[in-house]
């Protein structure tokens, strides 16, 4: 792990790439290439940005950080809930310009570099829509994230969760060597370095920069499949909801059907409990596995057949612009978890929530907001052994988050300290009281080492302690390698680890440095503004950020 010292020589980097290659501070591409949508991290602030073109790239990248001893973080699509792709004062290596991809229809496999988004996969190369490639709902979700961290898709009843079908990949590792590893492969290390980065998370073992994965055809020969949305006004169907929960909970669902329920609170504070149906067929099969759910009359149903991707284009995808706070929670729960009493409680919360970030009856924005969702998986994900994979919650039919979204930069700490009472209360009923999901990495999880990885995180130590023995790449909950005692290398050299109680109660703790606390966490909803355009955003992110390096913007 570097140890920080003096400031390098940053435009060394110029030299060592091409100068559009190298980011810095003040600039709107900098700007551009380290936003994120969360208020809560989005002003960490990187030395440099370097936005790689090729492995060659990422080697020079890792050999100048580990020369100078600065730290070096990896962004893919920026959907990191923590904002753990950043750093600060160190090096973001920005994966955003390396998106080839080769689609061989022959052997069903599809080859993707480590910088693309599951949109340009979809759109751009995915020609044949009769296929399907194991990817995020969402189109902005980087490719690399999303496998790395399991990869929970609409289509992992049918086919699996994005890891289960990686046949190879490529990694530059923290001695900046290229090794290409798979599943089956001679050589037992890199065996075990392929299992680690099949669920292991990002930001672990090195910089993946190449995936090969199984393509998959629809069950519909003509590629249809049946998507859309069903929707009960709450309190006013609440009866009808409860028994659609219930149906939802005790029958067991063809692997075709793929369900995520919703509470949400949104415009005009209006409840809803609402379902995100996703068929992997026809209408007319659809039809019959949903009908005791359709049976309770839904006050808006909007299911139609259609290619996959078109329903993708229509979903809600992450802003990047969006000038708002958001904290979540994140639990597995096994079959059957789905109880009255935990449904009780999660629509109590969710109404709590809504008091609390100021949703009310006049407002007719999607700010603030809150919501559960549940993820389904289950059938294909459970018939995969716990320890097959570094994924170990196989168990798992629900993958859930409570999410919570505010423009008040004053309710902090209340937020927090609200998301972890959901955490007491609902953890109860996870699976072995304790599972939650990498890919919504949670600062504030407690134990969290148990909480994603199960009993496979002591192998995932050993493998970390192969690849990256001193911890070259990490962030607060990264994999920690073993010293030579049999004890966790700690994650910080300069900081100790945070207690729970720091992390709700400073904003960003779990960064090296106190940037944040100094300077950004003075910036409001207000001071941003509303940006029109993708470049005004921008534009005014570089303005705010000079106006804090110059000594402008003060406590």
């Not at 659609?244 to 329920?261: G, H, R, W, Y």
């Not at 995932?460 to 994999?479: H, M, R």
């Amino acid at each position: 792990m570097p140890t920080f010292t003096e400031e390098p020589d940053w435009n060394i980097l110029k030299e060592i790439l091409s100068e559009d290659q190298v980011l810095l501070p003040g600039t709107e591409a900098y700007s551009k290439a380290i936003f994120i949508g969360n208020l809560n991290y989005r002003y960490t602030t990187p030395a440099v940005v370097l936005q790689a073109r090729s492995t060659q790239d990422v080697k020079s990248a890792i050999a100048f950080a580990k020369s100078n001893s600065v730290r070096l973080t990896v962004k893919n699509g920026g959907h990191s809930y923590m904002g753990y792709c950043l750093n600060e004062g160190g090096i973001v290596l920005d994966l955003s310009q390396m998106r080839g991809c080769y689609i061989d229809y022959n052997k069903m496999t599809v080859d993707m570099e480590g910088g693309l988004i599951w949109k340009d996969v979809y759109y751009k190369y995915l020609k044949d829509k009769r296929n399907i490639i194991i990817g995020g709902q969402c189109p902005t979700v980087g490719v690399s994230g999303f496998t790395l961290g399991a990869g929970l898709s609409p289509f992992s009843r049918s086919y699996g969760l994005g890891c289960d079908n990686l046949l190879e990949m490529t990694v530059v590792t923290a001695n900046g060597e290229e090794v290409t590893v798979s599943k089956e492969d001679k050589d037992e290390k890199k065996r075990d370095l392929f299992w680690a980065l099949s669920g292991g998370g990002g930001g672990n073992f090195g910089v993946t920069v190449a995936f090969t994965s199984r393509m998959h055809k629809l069950r519909d020969q003509e590629g249809k499949v049946v998507c859309g949305q069903l929707a009960w006004n709450l309190p006013q169907q609440q009866e009808a909801f409860d028994k659609v929960m219930q149906s939802f909970n005790s029958n067991k669902c063809p692997a075709e059907l793929t369900i995520d329920a919703l509470w949400s609170h949104g415009k005009n504070k209006q409840f809803t409990g609402g379902m995100t149906v996703i068929y992997n067929g026809c209408m007319e099969k659809a039809n019959e596995a949903l009908k005791d759910i359709l049976a309770q009359k839904p006050l808006s149903n909007s299911l139609k057949e259609m290619r996959w991707t078109d329903w993708v284009h229509q979903s809600e995808g992450w802003d990047p612009m969006s000038a708002v706070y958001h904290h979540h929670a994140s639990f597995i729960f096994a079959e059957g978890a789905i109880t009255p009493e935990l449904t009780a409680l999660v629509a109590r919360l969710v109404r709590e929530a809504a008091e609390l970030v100021g949703i009310t009856d006049d407002n007719n924005t999607n700010d603030p907001k809150c919501h559960f969702l549940w993820d389904h998986i289950g059938a294909k994900t459970e018939e995969i052994p716990a320890e097959e994979t570094a994924f170990f919650w196989r168990k798992g039919h629900y993958v859930a988050t409570i999410k919570v979204q505010w423009t008040d930069d004053t309710k902090y700490h209340q937020i927090m300290e609200f998301v972890a009472k959901c955490q007491t209360q609902l953890l109860p009923f996870a699976i072995d009281q304790k599972a939650a999901y990498i890919n919504y990495i949670d600062g504030t999880v407690h134990d969290w080492q148990e909480a994603y990885y199960g009993k496979n995180y002591s192998r995932l130590q050993k493998v970390k302690t192969e690849w990256d023995p001193d911890n070259f790449f990490y962030n607060a909950q990264s994999i920690q390698p073993l010293r030579d005692d049999g004890k966790a290398l700690p994650i910080h050299g300069v900081l100790p680890v945070p207690t729970k109680s720091e992390i709700l109660h400073l904003p960003l703790v779990q960064e090296v440095e106190g940037w944040w606390k100094d300077g950004a966490s003075i910036i409001t909803p207000e001071q941003l503004g509303s940006p029109k355009t993708e470049e005004e955003a921008y534009q005014r992110d570089a303005e705010i950020r000079r106006e804090i390096l110059n000594g402008t913007i003060t406590r």
